[in-house]
């Protein structure tokens, strides 16, 4: 039984992936794997995911070059939640920060806690 | 506008929530929410989520009594995922463990690596 036959796709073919950093323990964004996706990470050491808007796979880095170096992977309970402990280089957030939990709840509204990099 | 006009539920109206212990940084688990859910949550300051799988709301722990408290809430770029930081009360697995990410990768196999408390 391989590592892939444990994961739980869902009808879309897809598993959601969150991706915390190794060193700082900060959760920097959750994405989509398909199997081919899962296959990529797995043969690269580098995080690949599956768009769905764009209905593609993509290396997480392709085009800012803030790849993903994964460092642990875990797989819950369920078998139908991926945890990526990765090595992060750049911003995660395609916004340019550091992750893409950068706005907080206060009170009733969300207040950006992160200012995007210059 | 109100803090869940902001968050993007997807077709079936839900939206992933990461819980991560406040303490620790430790990832504990990843549940869906729907928009009541994230009402419930909200006016109580105690995590709750829609199981896709009874077609129900419930509140982390209702049973267990290992509730989550919320300390913060975060929403990311496209306003589609949650992350909660929380005070777990107890294990947050169903399976007694910690955390529900108790396999982790080792080679080619899942590895467990954290026993349910006794």
């Not at 992936?17 to 959750?30: E, H, K, W």
């Not at 993903?68 to 309970?77: A, G, M, N, R």
Request: charged content about 25%; glycine content about 6%; some cysteine.
């Amino acid at each position: 039984m391989s590592l892939i036959d444990e994961i739980k796709f869902n009808e879309a073919g897809l598993v959601p992936a969150i991706a915390q950093d190794a060193t700082t323990g900060r959760v920097l964004m959750m994405a989509w794997m398909n199997a081919e996706a899962v296959e990529q990470t797995l043969s690269t050491g580098y995080a690949h995911y599956y768009s769905r808007s764009r209905g593609k796979q993509w290396q997480k880095g392709e085009t800012s070059g803030h790849v993903q170096k994964i460092v642990d992977i875990f797989l819950d309970c369920d078998g139908d939640t991926l945890l990526l402990k990765v090595d992060q280089t750049g911003p995660a957030c395609h916004t340019n920060r550091q992750s893409c939990f950068y706005r907080q709840k206060e009170n009733e509204a969300w207040r950006i806690i992160e200012e995007p990099k210059p």
